[in-house]
């Protein structure tokens, strides 16, 4: 038997694979979009900007989501953009087909209720996170976070979290400023709960980052 998940995916790549590079527009904020998203392959984030045009980033999307979700079901229209961080390849179905398509699997309807509402609670934790604690432990929460959603296990010691991101990108998560996730960071390398190579974090001591953070 076919899981849910893999009939969702079946559906979207009846349609075209699209390619897009590394820091691409997918759909700016006040644009309609053309249909739904499915990302098969690479990270994408959806974002918008304060009136100071500062850069607050809501969700990041990996393999397995589809986007814009509000659109998808009841049409309505977010100033967010959508933005490629790594190259990507993303299937495009219409709208109408898909709630076609939903209508007559409930069981997928059900599965990404599901996912949609994990999502949704992991958000409303970041936001609890942004609002108490220091800048390290602010940090240390979107760390652990992140390792919960992207982690990865390697050479059963450490955990990488497998996506690119910079100190920026982690500022933009958490409504700071990029100098002060800096400073957390040199402090948490310091002390060795994490490591950087390249654009990727290592974590070190997944129990220290844990202790150290907002996370009960």
Not at 182 to 197: C, H, T
Request: some cysteine; glycine content about 6%; aromatic content about 12%.
């Amino acid at each position: 038997m076919i899981g849910s998940d893999q009939k969702l995916k079946n559906f979207f790549k009846q349609g075209r694979p699209l390619l897009y590079k590394k820091n691409e527009v997918i759909l700016r904020g006040d644009e309609a979009p053309s249909g739904i998203f499915y990302l098969n392959k690479g990270y994408v984030k959806n974002y918008a900007f304060s009136e100071n045009g500062d850069e607050f980033t809501f969700i990041l999307y990996r393999k397995g989501d589809f986007f814009p979700i509000s659109w998808t079901f009841n049409q309505t229209r977010k100033p967010y953009f959508i933005e490629t961080l790594t190259q990507c390849v993303i299937y495009k179905r219409d709208r109408k087909e898909f709630l076609e398509f939903l209508t007559e699997n409930p069981d997928v309807l059900l599965y990404i209720t599901g996912r949609i509402t994990k999502r949704f609670d992991g958000l409303l934790v970041r936001m609890e996170h942004m609002a108490f604690g220091n800048a390290y432990k602010k940090v240390c929460s979107i760390l652990y976070i992140l390792t919960e959603r992207f982690g990865k296990e390697r050479n059963g010691n450490d955990v990488i979290i497998d996506m690119p991101l910079t100190h920026k990108d982690i500022a933009n998560l958490l409504g700071v400023a990029r100098e002060t996730v800096s400073v957390e960071i040199a402090k948490l390398k310091k002390e060795r709960i994490i490591k950087n190579v390249g654009k990727h974090i290592y974590i070190l001591d997944l129990k220290s980052l844990k202790k150290d953070s907002l996370i009960t």
